[in-house]
Structures are given as structure tokens and as C-alpha cells.
Nanobody, 129 residues
Framework: QVQLVESGGGLVQAGGSLRVSCAAS????????MGWFRQAPGKEREFVAT????????YYADSVKGRFTISRDNAKKTVYLQMSSLRPEDTAVYYC??????????????????????WGQGTQVTVSS
């Protein structure tokens, strides 16, 4: 069982930067693929970024590519989402999510919410124009 707690959300002006973090509890963390998703008011939850358990592979939604960076520190059991050049359309609740442990590959990532078994409670990011 993994528990995820996001932090670091807040209000930022357009063009600014923000880093959100997700701390995991549990016996192990290093074999979990991690992802970030977001949900804006009145919209469906959408994929943002994912990172393999080794950190060697990442994948981003086209809408954030080049502006957002996902990273992880397995020793700290924490995954980060560094957001730059923020836009008002980035306003949403940001959720981190974890798969079950993956052992057969170090590069596996997934963009499907259905592949993630554990979810945090979310952190609000608001970008003002």
C-alpha cells in the first residue's frame, strides 16, 4: 500500500514557475512508476507527465512539453513536477499517482490513468493572467 501526499501548489502569475511535490509513504518507492495528472473545473482529468521507476524515461503531454519537468528522488520517496512558463490554462488540481511495483523493466511509463493504483488528494495550482 502506498500513500501519496502532494504539496507546493499555490497562486502564480502567468509566465511564472512553481514546483509541486509528491511524497510517498510505504516500504518501497523505487519500483513504482509515477505520474502527474490534473483536473480543471468542468473538465475531465488529464495526463500531464510520467516517469519510470529508474527515472531514465519520462513522457509529457503535448500541452506541457518543454515547460514542465518531472523528476524523482527515490531515496526521499518523492516525485516532483517543475512547472515553468505557466499559463492560465494550466490552472487545475494536480494529482500524483503511482502504479504497483514494476520489476521487469526500468523504462516503462504509462499515460493511462487506469494503470495507476494509488492517488494523492491533489494540490491546487492557480495561474493568474
Amino acid at each position: 500500500q502506498v500513500q501519496l501526499v502532494e504539496s507546493g501548489g499555490g497562486l502564480v502569475q502567468a509566465g511564472g514557475s512553481l514546483r509541486v511535490s509528491c511524497a510517498a509513504s510505504g516500504r518501497t518507492f523505487s519500483n513504482y512508476v509515477m505520474g502527474w495528472f490534473r483536473q480543471a473545473p468542468g473538465k475531465e482529468r488529464e495526463f500531464v507527465a510520467t516517469i519510470s521507476w529508474s527515472g531514465s524515461s519520462t513522457y509529457y503531454a503535448d500541452s506541457v512539453k518543454g515547460r514542465f519537468t518531472i523528476s524523482r528522488d527515490n531515496a526521499k520517496k518523492t516525485v516532483y513536477l517543475q512547472m515553468s512558463s505557466l499559463r492560465p490554462e494550466d490552472t487545475a488540481v494536480y494529482y500524483c499517482a503511482s502504479t504497483r511495483p514494476i520489476y521487469y523493466t526500468t523504462t516503462y511509463t504509462t499515460t493511462s490513468a487506469n494503470d495507476y493504483d494509488y492517488w494523492g488528494q491533489g494540490t491546487q495550482v492557480t495561474v493568474s493572467s
